[in-house]
């Protein structure tokens, strides 16, 4: 059911942003920030790199391609041939890679508020505490996103948002673990050109 | 008035130096250097400082000196560092532990302010206390029955059920090998030249290996 609300968030998000851009201007930024994804309640980062595909002076179509990573700790249980237990302290981390479409409303010259969504795969990764890869995973993911951006003549912009994100639970080792729909509280600076 | 004695330091021209103690004078000024070097007739003559001004810099030093020494004292007390020990029985109390082995057996309680990079092997009936100042790099092997800190205090600290406490304790000197190397087959020894690994033979599935997220749970 969630999956299904998603999915009709998103394709209205398209629908209407196709239905009101020009397409033929070219601009970007990047952009890299950090937030609070509230379930399982840890810290991340990200990094984005945008186009915006048309711009008025009241309302903007972007695209950009946005990578989320955070990272977990985790015990690892693995049996010698002995047959005793051994336990390893590992890591699991985390990378969201989608494709967004926004829609920003120029509230003055300064501010406006950006709205989108968008969706990708998420890379999961197991390593032990040699580095080495155990196990990977990749599952879909999808997010909305909205919040106020801020434009500075010098090109800096400075964003603070909050996102919804929608990922399927993952599997490393034989094992599935159980992924809930999280929201995201963030902040990010980046660069217009 | 305080006394004031004056040395005089002579440099004759060929060579060495001539020290002579001059009567002392009255002098109000606390100290005064005069240098007066000329060839062949260099003299020095150095005003020596009045006694309680150099009494109050020596009780000012030796209280700092006792001062310093106490906080060593206080700050190397209670500490235990890169070593192996076996709590006694009874209370015991260490503010700071740091990459050390510490096997708490039954009847032992260790009260801990701080922990970092140690393994703690608490058997049934041992108590683990503490941590209220922090802990990191931090695994608590325990035996069911072992009492370990509050919830709130284990958040950073990973803990591990072990059958045996004493024989994981003992068991610490001995490397974990590689992951990697274990999925591939074959057998370890002590000896990693005795190792043979087959890289061609290299399967995930050979061996039961299970991963338990910190933040995620298994689905049933």
Redesign the interface.
């Given at each position: 059911m969630k999956k299904n609300c998603l999915f009709t968030a998103l394709a209205l998000i398209c629908s209407v942003a196709i239905s009101q851009a020009q397409f033929g201007y070219s601009g970007g930024a990047v952009a890299i920030g950090g937030g609070y994804l509230d379930k399982?309640?840890?810290a991340y980062g990200f990094g984005q790199i945008r186009g915006t595909i048309y711009e008025d002076d009241s309302v903007a179509h972007s695209v950009f391609l946005d990578i989320l990573g955070h990272r977990?700790?985790?015990?690892?249980?693995?049996?010698?041939?002995?047959g005793f237990s051994?336990?390893?302290?590992?890591d699991?981390s985390f990378a969201n890679i989608t494709a967004n479409y926004e829609v920003e409303a120029k509230l003055s010259s300064a501010l406006s508020f950006y709205a989108g969504g968008g969706a990708g795969i998420e890379l999961v990764r197991?390593d032990?505490r040699?580095d080495?890869e155990?196990?990977s995973d990749a599952n879909f993911v999808a997010q909305i996103f909205a919040g106020f951006r801020a434009h500075f003549p010098s090109g800096v912009l400075v964003q603070a948002g909050a996102r919804y994100i929608f990922r399927d639970?993952?599997q490393?080792?034989?094992?599935?673990?159980?992924?809930q729909d999280s929201v995201a509280f963030e902040a990010s600076m980046g660069f217009s050109f | 008035m305080a006394p004031v004695a004056m040395l005089a330091f002579t440099i004759p021209p060929e060579g060495g130096l001539i020290v002579m103690v001059v009567p002392s004078c009255e002098k109000k000024a606390s100290a005064a250097i005069l240098l007066a070097l000329e060839r062949g007739k260099g003299e020095l003559i150095l005003n020596k400082v009045s006694r309680p001004f150099v009494q109050y810099f020596v009780r000012r030093f030796v209280g700092a000196m006792i001062g310093f020494v106490l906080l060593l004292v206080s700050c190397s007390s209670f500490q235990l560092v890169d070593g192996d020990q076996v709590a006694a029985p009874g209370v015991q109390v260490s503010r700071t532990v740091l990459r050390s082995n510490v096997l708490v057996k039954k009847g032992s309680h260790l009260a801990v302010a701080y922990s970092s990079g140690n393994r703690f092997y608490v058997s049934k009936g041992g108590v683990l206390s503490g941590f209220h100042r922090g802990a990191r790099d931090t695994t608590i092997f325990s035996e069911t029955g072992a009492h370990l800190p509050e919830r709130k205090f284990l958040s950073r600290i990973k803990v591990v059920r072990v059958d045996n406490a004493e024989r994981a304790y003992q068991q610490r000197f001995r490397e974990l090998p590689p992951l990697k190397r274990l999925l591939g087959g074959g057998s370890w020894s002590d000896q990693d030249d005795d190792y043979e690994y087959d890289d061609h033979g290299y399967g995930r599935g050979i061996r039961a290996v299970s991963v338990s997220p910190d933040s995620y749970r298994k689905k049933d």
């Amino acid at each position: 059911m969630k999956k299904n609300c998603l999915f009709t968030a998103l394709a209205l998000i398209c629908s209407v942003a196709i239905s009101q851009a020009q397409f033929g201007y070219s601009g970007g930024a990047v952009a890299i920030g950090g937030g609070y994804l509230d379930k399982p309640g840890t810290a991340y980062g990200f990094g984005q790199i945008r186009g915006t595909i048309y711009e008025d002076d009241s309302v903007a179509h972007s695209v950009f391609l946005d990578i989320l990573g955070h990272r977990d700790e985790a015990i690892l249980e693995f049996v010698d041939p002995g047959g005793f237990s051994f336990f390893e302290s590992g890591d699991i981390s985390f990378a969201n890679i989608t494709a967004n479409y926004e829609v920003e409303a120029k509230l003055s010259s300064a501010l406006s508020f950006y709205a989108g969504g968008g969706a990708g795969i998420e890379l999961v990764r197991i390593d032990d505490r040699f580095d080495d890869e155990l196990d990977s995973d990749a599952n879909f993911v999808a997010q909305i996103f909205a919040g106020f951006r801020a434009h500075f003549p010098s090109g800096v912009l400075v964003q603070a948002g909050a996102r919804y994100i929608f990922r399927d639970d993952f599997q490393l080792l034989g094992d599935q673990f159980i992924t809930q729909d999280s929201v995201a509280f963030e902040a990010s600076m980046g660069f217009s050109f | 008035m305080a006394p004031v004695a004056m040395l005089a330091f002579t440099i004759p021209p060929e060579g060495g130096l001539i020290v002579m103690v001059v009567p002392s004078c009255e002098k109000k000024a606390s100290a005064a250097i005069l240098l007066a070097l000329e060839r062949g007739k260099g003299e020095l003559i150095l005003n020596k400082v009045s006694r309680p001004f150099v009494q109050y810099f020596v009780r000012r030093f030796v209280g700092a000196m006792i001062g310093f020494v106490l906080l060593l004292v206080s700050c190397s007390s209670f500490q235990l560092v890169d070593g192996d020990q076996v709590a006694a029985p009874g209370v015991q109390v260490s503010r700071t532990v740091l990459r050390s082995n510490v096997l708490v057996k039954k009847g032992s309680h260790l009260a801990v302010a701080y922990s970092s990079g140690n393994r703690f092997y608490v058997s049934k009936g041992g108590v683990l206390s503490g941590f209220h100042r922090g802990a990191r790099d931090t695994t608590i092997f325990s035996e069911t029955g072992a009492h370990l800190p509050e919830r709130k205090f284990l958040s950073r600290i990973k803990v591990v059920r072990v059958d045996n406490a004493e024989r994981a304790y003992q068991q610490r000197f001995r490397e974990l090998p590689p992951l990697k190397r274990l999925l591939g087959g074959g057998s370890w020894s002590d000896q990693d030249d005795d190792y043979e690994y087959d890289d061609h033979g290299y399967g995930r599935g050979i061996r039961a290996v299970s991963v338990s997220p910190d933040s995620y749970r298994k689905k049933d």
